[in-house]
C-alpha cells in the first residue's frame, strides 16, 4: 500500500516535496515511480528509483528540476521539486513495480497510490 501526501499550492518558481509512505510486505521488494496527470492528459511518466536508490531515471520534461530519492528505513520515497511551472500543475501518483522491470509506462507498475495534488500559479 502506498500513500502520497506533500502537494498543495505554490506559486512559479517555488518548490514542493512530495512523500510516499510504503506499508506491507511490497515494500521491501519493488521500485518506486512517480507519475502525474493534468486534466484532459494522459498520464505522464515523472521520476522513478530502484530499490536500493542507487538507479534513477526522469521524464524529459524534468531538466534537472526534479529529485528523487528514497529513505529505506522509513519506508518512503520523495519527490524533491524545484522551480515549479503552472506546467507541472497535475494529481501526482506514486506506484509500485518490480525491482528490475521496466519503468516509463503505467503499465509497469503493480499498485498505486492515491495522487495528492500540486497547483503552480503563475
Known amino acids: 500500500q502506498l500513500q502520497a501526501s506533500g502537494g498543495g499550492l505554490v506559486q512559479a518558481g517555488g518548490s514542493l516535496r ?4 510504503a506499508s506491507g ?3 521491501s ?3 518506486t515511480g512517480w507519475f502525474r496527470q493534468a486534466p484532459g492528459k494522459e498520464r ?4 522513478t528509483i530502484n530499490r536500493s536508490g542507487v538507479g534513477t531515471y526522469y521524464g524529459d520534461f524534468v ?6 530519492f528514497r529513505d529505506n528505513a522509513k519506508n518512503t ?4 521539486m524545484r522551480s515549479l511551472k503552472p506546467e507541472d ?3 501526482y ?3 509500485g513495480r518490480p525491482s528490475g522491470s521496466r519503468w516509463k509506462d503505467p503499465a509497469d507498475y503493480d499498485y498505486w497510490g492515491q495522487g495528492t495534488q500540486v497547483t503552480v500559479s503563475s
Open 93 to 95: 501518483y506514486c506506484a
Open 25 to 27: 510486505s511490497t515494500s
Open 18 to 21: 512530495l512523500s510516499c509512505a
Open 77 to 80: 520515497v520523495y519527490l524533491q
Open 89 to 91: 500543475t497535475a494529481v
Open 29 to 31: 521488494s519493488y521500485a
Open 63 to 68: 531538466d534537472g528540476r526534479f529529485t528523487i
Open 44 to 47: 505522464e511518466f515523472v521520476a
